[in-house]
């Protein structure tokens, strides 16, 4: 008997891809996809260092609610 | 409406940060749209506004469960918010706020001004402090927000955010003579003052626009022959196409060289500053690769057409 149901299993398998998907990840790769086609980056050391030392960094947009 | 400079260019960095594995927040600013007299000042409108963009950015492939969305008027609700507004504007000097206005689309040494235009920045600060984000992404038209959190961080031993900061996306007019100062940076100010402007008529393409529209639009688009620099169609491939896509195709008839793919961005401005690919044969490729790219959103309105219409009854007043 499955305790819990076929599509409860399957969220918590791709998840689990999802999360090993972006520790497989190194850290210059996360550099590359953060800084591609930036303008600017303030600064890339402070960025480095915060790659490496924390595995959810906390990061936001935030926009104007307007036609513009 | 979102036009393609929010939906494109801020929704694929929006995309890079989530895969880079970062926590994100997508921050709806409401009360700063207030203070910024958009929509009239209206904050049921402003309200409506926000919910649209969360639809838009779902449209533009941002899952729901892989964003989290917070209004300012949720943190505006904490007594610790307001405290941290109020100690960023004790580590600023008025000039200096004052010179931050750009970030409210204004332009630096206005005197004709509401004294709440003053609150905004150091709201803003408080804002990346209040959420505790190590990372502020914005247009390159935020940076003296951006600056003035890290000043403030620094002086009141606060954590620092990292800035990362994208292009403006140019307007199909093309790039604009430099009257308005909006940076003492003349790169910057001309990004700024040559950006997608809603209120220049046939200046921006929005997501949902229909096929026939973006290649009218850009058909009628600022294209100078030969020319890169200032070269919106060009924009557009480097910012709103090769961040999506991989390769670009340019239909061209047989009598012009046949059709050509692009692998990459400094290959199709080779060949363009060379003369050996016409402006109406980019047009033609980018329109194509535009509405290709923004198939899903026009997919998602046509099943979820509420917002869209709420925004289309909106009257937008600046």
Not at chain 2, 6 to 31: P, Q
């Amino acid at each position: 008997m499955w305790a819990t149901s076929p599509a409860i299993i399957t969220f918590k398998l791709n998840s689990a891809e999802t999360v090993e998907r972006r520790l497989t990840m190194d850290i210059q790769q996360k550099i590359d996809l953060v800084t591609r086609n930036s303008e600017e980056v303030v600064t890339p050391e402070e960025l480095r260092v915060l790659l490496e030392t924390k595995t959810r960094p906390k990061a936001y947009w935030g926009f104007e609610c307007s036609g513009q | 409406m979102m036009h393609i400079g929010m939906g494109l260019v801020c929704g694929s960095k929006i995309k890079d940060m989530i895969k880079a594995g970062f926590d994100f927040t997508i921050f709806l600013a409401d009360w700063h749209s207030w203070i910024n007299n958009k929509l009239g000042g209206d904050m049921k409108k402003i309200c409506t506004c926000g919910e649209y963009f969360k639809h838009c950015f779902t449209a533009l492939g941002i899952k729901p469960g892989s964003v989290q969305y917070v209004w300012a008027s949720e943190i505006a609700k904490n007594i610790e918010y307001w405290e941290k507004v109020i100690r960023v504007a004790k580590s600023a000097t008025l000039q200096r706020t004052w010179r931050s206005l750009p970030v409210m689309g204004r332009e630096m040494n206005m005197t004709d001004m509401e004294t709440a235009w003053l609150y905004y920045p150091c709201m803003q600060a408080a804002d990346i402090f209040e959420m505790k984000l190590d990372v502020a992404c914005a247009g390159i038209d935020q940076r003296k927000a951006h600056m003035l959190a890290r000043d403030a961080a620094e002086k009141l031993h606060w954590k620092k955010p990292v800035c990362v900061h994208t292009h403006l996306l140019m307007g199909l007019q093309g790039p604009q003579k430099i009257e308005s100062q909006f940076d003492e940076n003349v790169s910057i100010n001309l990004q700024i003052s040559s950006k997608m402007f809603k209120s220049i008529p046939g200046s921006c393409i929005f997501i949902h626009d229909d096929p026939k529209d973006v290649q009218a639009k850009m058909r009628a688009a600022y294209c100078p022959p030969k020319e890169a620099v200032g070269n919106p169609i060009l924009d557009f491939a480097k910012y709103a196409i090769f961040t999506e896509r991989e390769s670009f195709d340019v239909p061209r008839a047989p009598k012009y060289g046949g059709p050509k793919t692009f692998e990459n961005y400094e290959d199709l401005e080779r060949e363009y500053v060379k003369g050996d690919l016409h402006p109406m044969d980019l047009k033609e490729g980018v329109s194509q690769a535009l509405i290709e790219v923004l198939k899903p959103v026009r997919e998602y309105f046509r099943e979820n057409p509420e917002y869209l219409k709420k925004m289309m009854e909106i009257e937008i007043t600046r």
